[in-house]
């Protein structure tokens, strides 16, 4: 069954299923919906079309964590100096500020595999990654890729984790570290093993409406060569 990848490296990420108002969080790993996003902002599917999105959520995915990332908060205040006043949705002038909480990923680096039956779609979806309809994210609008999304033949032939295991390493060794001998996998279980993740889309982006899946980890042994690709 064909697969098709993606890289996904960058100095911010953030994958949130639950935020609420001024809280923002963050998953250690794309989340689907973000990822399923991130395609849908690169072919152009509006917001509230649910008809060219729908076949994207039915793809399985998979994570390697090629680089875990290391978890920060960023706090942010508007309107807290004792001269600001905030307008209100009703046109209304506040003295009180807000403050918020936005969690993300810093220096993560993942190779994210999308499995399906459908050749076609997922050599689209990978052409319009190398063209994008709009500007990619990783997560956030703020958090640019510091590398093309788009890899030089991201779509093979293989099973979604055959192919998380024969991809070489995206990270690019530092002075300190070790070539890891091994790196953590997180898939899609079919069968409703593994961690509960409420990020599977049911309906557009604009109604926001989502469901479960289940995703259990493990480990596979790295192929120790890197990927010098032009990004």
């Known amino acids: 069954m064909p697969t098709l990848l993606l890289r ?3 100095p911010m990420q953030s994958w949130g299923t639950t935020s609420r108002f001024d809280q923002r969080d963050t998953g250690k790993e794309p989340s689907k919906s973000g990822v399923i996003g991130l395609l849908a902002a690169a072919l152009g599917i509006d917001r509230e079309n649910w008809i060219d999105l729908e076949p994207l959520t039915h793809l399985a995915m998979g994570v390697r964590h090629d680089r ?13 100096a004792a001269t600001d006043k905030m307008r209100r ?3 209304s002038l506040s003295e009180d500020g807000v403050t918020s909480q936005r969690h993300y990923l810093a220096d993560a680096v993942f190779l994210v595999a999308l499995e399906g039956r459908d050749r076609s779609l997922l050599e689209h979806a990978h052409a319009a990654l190398n063209n994008p309809v709009w500007p990619l994210a990783l997560g956030r609008k703020s958090y640019v890729p510091a590398e093309s999304i788009w890899l030089d033949g991201g779509v093979v032939d293989m099973s979604l984790l055959d192919a998380l295991a024969a991809w070489p390493w995206l990270a690019t060794p530092r002075k300190w570290e070790a070539i890891p001998e091994r790196l953590l996998v997180s898939i899609e279980s079919s069968d409703g093993a593994g961690a509960l993740r409420m990020d599977q889309p049911l309906s557009s982006f604009a109604e926001r409406r989502f469901g479960a899946r289940f995703v259990h980890s493990d480990w596979i042994k790295l192929t120790l060569e890197t990927n010098n690709a032009a990004a």
Do not use: M, S
């Open 8 to 10: 996904l490296a960058g």
């Open 68 to 80: 875990l990332g290391v978890l920060k908060r960023d706090y942010q205040t508007a309107g807290c």
């Open 89 to 91: 949705a009703d046109g």
